[in-house]
């Protein structure tokens, strides 16, 4: 396989162990909303949000940043310095891992009730903390491996970690929740309940870390008596200093915290401006129910399609480090090309039947009132598709080594969201604001970082490949779906309407892109058994 072509492999890899992983955290959600309720889920990702926001400070871009300086180290075949990249970052980790589980353990009462105006979610949050330490060391495991060029440890590792949150999750809540059913009938509080099975839920994530991490320790030790006597690797090298190696994480790392952190932390401010004025206009008895209908279930469906999106930016950056290290810009731009088309045409038909299908998905899946999920899933489906683009342009600004520059476009478009978010909220459009809002900071960010792309690489996207013909066949399959959906719903079900509308879009959708030559020979050859697949298609004269 050709060095251009592994990138998509390996991002194929990641992919397909995203979508395993989210599907196992969709399977997860679904009878912890049964245990815990929406108010439950909606004090569960309070806290959520709080630990992703520390998870990004200590670690979130720890993978990504440590796979760019390790896979520089390796194209240079300075392997031992790439041993003490790994090295020094598990120290950094652990110190800036250890703070913050200090500060949620400590300070979790005051954030949750002064900053997160949601004192309920004080317990989950506590719960939570120690995993801030685990992952922190997992990320560098992780990261390690993607600059070594492999995915798979990720890959397995997040499948297992996902497996041993299931569990404990559901234990977990199950068992706190009725805890916190006797407290609530003893301090006449019915919140208690929810609140006590949120911090239960809150287990999960710590068990399955603490899995995931010992799988990759494990990985870590078999590769290296597997890899550190290679013939290759014994050599006379000068190694780097440990205060450069510092030096260079340190810088490394910030601005992909910094634009991390700007991606994210909108989660969090858009919770303390919806609760603050949820509360100024009477409605705070309502705020944890929307904002749990909110994340608990729009917000885990629409993200399914950006799992692509994400698993290719953990692949091209390190690629695009190897490029522009070498000066191979017109490869880069190949690369960037087919990175955005390719998520294109996975996320855009994902969008649109997500669309079609919210209903029967939702009532499949989720229990109670449905309609605010179904109608947050018609509004604000199209979500998906700006955040990947998003998500991967600001990879490319990072694989070309202009971070600051994504730094800058996620500040700006955090600055207008803000602005947008609370004036929307003001004029009492609910729930729905946060949708807006959102969709308004994606589009921001995707369009400056396309404007700097364009300037550094002269390059330019193919909208009518990218964009127009995957729209096309999404919106053809769209349309059959959405007919066969309303025949067949009453008669078979949510869960079979859900199959059958899923398989025959699946078909419909491959059909309606190939014929409108949306995909060619060297897009199946890029894909593991793509030969195969494009012998079927010739077969049947589609190409």
């Known amino acids: 396989m050709n060095k251009k072509s592994n990138y998509v492999v390996q991002a194929g890899i990641l992919a397909m162990a995203g979508i395993l992983s989210r599907f196992i955290g969709l399977i997860r959600r679904f009878p912890m909303e049964h245990i815990i309720g929406d108010k439950g889920n909606g004090y569960y990702s309070v806290a959520y949000e709080v630990y992703a926001i520390m998870l990004i400070i200590s670690c979130y871009s720890m993978p990504v940043a440590i796979s760019k300086i390790v896979s520089a180290k390796i194209s240079k075949k300075q392997f031992k310095s790439a041993e003490r990249v790994f090295q020094c970052a598990l120290i950094m980790a652990a110190i800036v891992g250890a703070i913050l589980v200090i500060v949620c353990e400590f300070l979790g009462d005051f954030i949750a009730a002064e900053l997160m105006l949601e004192p309920m979610s004080a317990f989950a949050l506590k719960v939570l903390g120690p995993a ?154 309502i705020k944890a129910y929307n904002w749990g209908v909110y994340a608990g279930k729009y917000k885990i469906l629409v993200y399914i399609p950006v799992i692509l999106a994400n698993a290719i930016c953990s692949s091209l950056v390190p690629t695009l480090t190897r490029l522009t290290a070498k000066q191979e810009y017109r490869q880069a731009k190949e690369v960037i090309s087919k990175s955005i088309r390719y998520a294109m045409l996975v996320v855009i038909p994902g969008v649109i039947g997500l669309a079609v299908l919210a209903r029967p998905v939702i009532s499949m899946m989720f229990k109670g009132e449905i309609n605010l999920a179904v109608n947050l899933l018609h509004v604000g489906a199209i979500l998906a598709v700006f955040y990947s683009i998003a998500t ?84 053809i399959m769209g349309v059959v779906i959405g007919v066969i959906s309303l025949l067949i719903n009453k008669l078979v079900g949510n869960i079979l309407t859900v199959i059958i509308c899923t398989l025959i879009g699946i078909i419909v959708y491959a059909v309606a892109i190939i014929l409108l030559r949306g995909v060619s020979e060297d897009d199946f050859n890029d894909l593991p058994g793509g030969q195969a697949l494009f012998l079927l298609v010739k077969k049947f004269k589609l190409m």
């Open 132 to 285: 801030i330490f685990v992952v922190s060391i997992m990320s560098v495991f992780r990261g390690y491996f993607q600059g070594m060029g492999t995915m798979i440890p990720t890959a397995v590792s997040q499948i297992i970690e996902q497996l041993f949150v299931l569990v404990g999750t559901l234990i977990g809540a199950d068992l706190l929740f009725d805890y916190g059913e006797k407290v609530g009938r003893l301090m006449h509080n019915e919140d208690f309940a929810p609140s006590f099975g949120a911090a239960g839920a809150s287990i999960g994530p710590v068990a399955g870390s603490v899995i995931g991490l010992v799988f990759l320790i494990v990985v870590y030790i078999l590769y290296k008596k597997v890899n550190v006597t290679a013939p290759h690797r014994i050599n006379s090298e000068n190694v780097d200093a440990y205060s450069d190696v510092f030096r260079i994480l340190f810088i490394t790392v910030i601005p992909f915290v910094l634009s991390t952190l700007v991606f994210n932390i909108s989660n969090v401010i858009d919770i303390i401006i919806y609760n603050n004025v949820m509360i100024k206009k009477g409605l705070g008895d």
């Open 392 to 475: 991967i342009t600001t990879g490319v600004l990072h694989g070309i080594d202009k971070m600051m520059f994504a730094v800058k476009n996620a500040v700006i478009a955090l600055v207008i969201h803000i602005a947008l978010l609370y004036g929307m909220l003001q004029l009492g459009i609910g729930i729905n604001a946060v949708i807006f809002a959102n969709i308004i900071f994606a589009v921001i960010v995707c369009a400056s970082n396309y404007f700097y792309i364009k300037r550094f690489l002269n390059y330019r996207v193919d909208y009518i490949r990218t964009f127009v013909v995957p729209l096309i066949a999404s919106v």
